[in-house]
């Protein structure tokens, strides 16, 4: 059973950053796939950014590309995400999520294993 912990989020300015943690206990070589999605309210959670068999392989919403990168620490078991040059469309809770397949980044309800969520606010 995979666990995981977000923590990092908070309240920044436009044009600001953050980084993202995600703790994730049981990571072993079968955790596949990691990513983070988002939730404003009132909105379906969708895909952020995703990496798959150990960094091999990475994807992104277009919305963050060239922003956000994803990242994780096999050693410590931590997954990153760095979000630079926020904006107020990023503000949404973000949750921190793994599965043992490799799960696509366009579809949330495919993967196994999420966190409880860290809120990120961006102010304009």
């Known amino acids: 059973q995979v666990q995981l912990v977000e923590s990092g989020g908070g309240s920044v300015q436009a044009g600001g950053s953050l980084r993202l943690s995600c703790a994730v206990s049981a990571f072993t070589s079968r955790t596949y796939s990691m990513g983070w999605f988002r939730q404003a309210p009132g909105e379906e959670r969708k895909g952020v950014a995703s990496?798959?068999?150990?960094?091999?392989?990475?994807d992104y919403a277009d919305s963050v590309k060239g922003r956000f990168t994803i990242s994780q620490d096999n050693t410590n078991r931590t997954l990153y995400l760095q979000m630079n040059s926020l904006k107020p469309e990023d503000t949404a809770m973000y949750y921190c999520?793994?599965?043992?397949?490799?799960?696509?980044?366009?579809?949330?309800?495919?993967?196994?294993?999420w966190g409880q969520g860290t809120q990120v606010t961006v102010s304009s």
């Open positions: 999520a793994a599965d043992h397949r490799a799960a696509p980044l366009n579809y949330a309800p495919w993967w196994s294993y």
């Open positions: 990496i798959y068999s150990g960094g091999v392989q990475t």
